[in-house]
């Protein structure tokens, strides 16, 4: 995904790379949904971490929803997370009680996200596919 984003202080362009996945429940619940953020170019997300600014985070919510059609409520969660890997792992990021952005442990294993990282395209939507189909099916 290319950006460009007018922050309160630069202008940011460049280009984030990202992996949609899904923690399964076993228990029939719907299935987690996160996003893994990595950015190939630029230095977007690491300025939005390291200011912590809300507004900066927004803009990250506008742009997946604009460009990926992605229906991410910044505020809520909508039920999925967004992730971003770290030196010493992967960490979630979100818009907190005090409206600035801000990383957190994750709330699901890490050996997970690692899990549909390294899956080709294919290999995830043939999950994701097997997934909701299974779950689809039972409902009827």
Do not use: C
């Amino acid at each position: 995904m290319k950006y460009i984003f007018r922050g309160e202080e630069a202008i940011y362009v460049g280009r984030i790379h990202y992996v949609f996945g899904i923690v399964p429940y076993d228990d029939g619940r719907r299935p987690r949904q996160f996003m893994v953020l990595n950015e190939t170019e630029g230095h977007f997300l690491n300025d939005m971490i390291e200011s912590r600014g809300a507004f900066m985070f927004l803009s990250l919510a506008y742009q997946l929803r604009t460009e990926l059609g992605f229906e991410y409520d910044a505020f809520r969660n909508n039920g999925a997370d967004l992730v971003l890997k770290e030196d010493d792992g992967y960490r979630e990021v979100s818009i907190d009680v005090a409206e600035s952005a801000g990383l957190h442990m994750l709330s699901f294993d890490e050996e997970i996200v690692e899990t549909w990282v390294k899956m080709s395209n294919e290999q995830r939507i043939e999950e994701l596919k097997k997934y909701f189909y299974v779950q689809d099916a039972e409902k009827h």
